[in-house]
Nanobody, 124 residues
Framework: QEQLVESGGGLVQAGGSLRLSCAVS????????MGWFRQAPGEYQEFVSA????????YIADSVKGRFTISRDDAKNTVYLQMNSLKPEDTAVYYC?????????????????WGQGTQVTVSS
């Protein structure tokens, strides 16, 4: 059973930055494509970003394009989400997830394992 643990969330002012981390235990990270999703209060969970299992390709939602960057360090079994120029509408619980295979990574039902989430709050 894989375990995913997110960290790095917190309270930040608009325009600030945060870097989220997702540590994976169990099978090595290199076996999985990884994604980040978020859910704001009263909203559906939405896709944020994903990276293929070899890191050769990344995907990013239009709402965060140019501001967020996903990366992975398989030696550390960790995937990251660098978030810059944060806006109040980025406030949400952010979840990382692991998927086998590199297709349709924007779909949440592609992912087998999920972390518990980390809260990001952006004040105006």
């Amino acid at each position: 059973q894989e375990q995913l643990v997110e960290s790095g969330g917190g309270l930040v002012q608009a325009g600030g930055s945060l870097r989220l981390s997702c540590a994976v235990s169990g099978r090595t990270l290199s076996s999985y494509a990884m994604g980040w999703f978020r859910q704001a209060p009263g909203e559906y969970q939405e896709f944020v970003s994903a990276i293929t299992y070899r890191g050769s390709k990344t995907y990013i939602a239009d709402s965060v394009k140019g501001r967020f960057t996903i990366s992975r360090d398989d030696a550390k079994n960790t995937v990251y989400l660098q978030m810059n120029s944060l806006k109040p509408e980025d406030t949400a619980v952010y979840y990382c997830a692991a998927a086998l295979g590199d297709w349709d990574l924007y779909r949440r039902n592609r992912y087998t394992y999920w972390g518990q989430g980390t809260q990001v709050t952006v004040s105006s």
